[in-house]
């Protein structure tokens, strides 16, 4: 179960909110979209204490850790931009340009690429992030969402917002090689299990849907309370993780049972979070209190 141990007060701002986020998990250091700001924020999740800011981020949307590499990425929407970030030091390397408004991102960990997904021109782009080179792109059948590379099949799945589906990208030249029908409307957050090649996604029609990515077919779909954005899964413990922005829960699912075990109050507006695996912490961003909460896993 889940239970709050700590707050933490973030910068202020007086609209909008927070964006995707992701735990560099050496460190114990949590990273955060802030979109209202324009910035990415730096949490010590283990003390519980804000350590600084980075800027040049407008419109900031998606940010994912590479963990072996120590690299972070952070998608700014209103420029076209990912920052290369030393997750070390917490030093910008370089920009790299990417599209018209790229955020969700993916990590190709075998081929050391990053996948972005442009939500204004609907197109997936590979960039080099040690260069800060554009590789390719790839038109999509429409408007990307979150993104997520299986290490074990070496393959992008990309979510697609309408037709609903999940758009399977061969890395190597970044092709589309499936395309997963999903019988929900509006995919969103998604999660992979690459152990039994599973993929949750979560979908805006208040559903997440299990699917079989060596197969295509779905394996469940479970009802949940909201219409969902991120999703986290904790393959330890057998839990789905989705943050429901309205009314303002985090919905738990026991991916064996197939059902909501647990339903916790976050606040209005509260549709992301970033889960550490190594620690057992849950990390949820309120918008309109302008904290982090710290949840852990009894």
Sequence with gaps: MLSISEQVDLPRHQLGGFDHADVHLESGRVYV?????????????????????????????????????NLLFAASRGTGKILV???????????????????????DSNHRQLLVGDVQDNKAILV???????ISSLQLAGRPRWCAYSATRDQFLVNIREPSGVAILAPENLSQKAFLPVSV??????????????????CDAMAVVILDISTGHEKAVVPIGGAPDVAWLNAGRHRLYCAIGNPGI???????ELVVD?????????????FDKKRQRLYTFLPKSCRMTIYTEA
């Design 33 to 69: 979209a802030h979109t209202a700001l324009g910035t990415v924020e730096i949490i010590d999740g283990e003390r519980a204490k804000h350590l600084a800011t980075l800027t040049g981020c407008l419109d900031a949307s998606g940010v994912l850790c590479a963990q072996k590499e």
């Design 85 to 107: 970030v030393d997750a070390l030091t917490n030093r910008v390397l370089r920009e790299a340009q990417a599209g018209s408004a790229p955020n969700g991102l993916a990590w």
């Design 128 to 134: 080099d992030p040690y260069s800060g080179e554009l």
């Design 185 to 202: 409307a509006g995919p969103h957050g998604i999660d992979i299990d690459d152990k039994s090649s599973l993929a949750y996604v979560a």
């Design 250 to 256: 985090i919905e738990v699912i026991n991916i064996h």
């Design 262 to 274: 647990e339903k916790v109050k976050t606040e209005e507006g509260a549709h992301t979070f970033t």
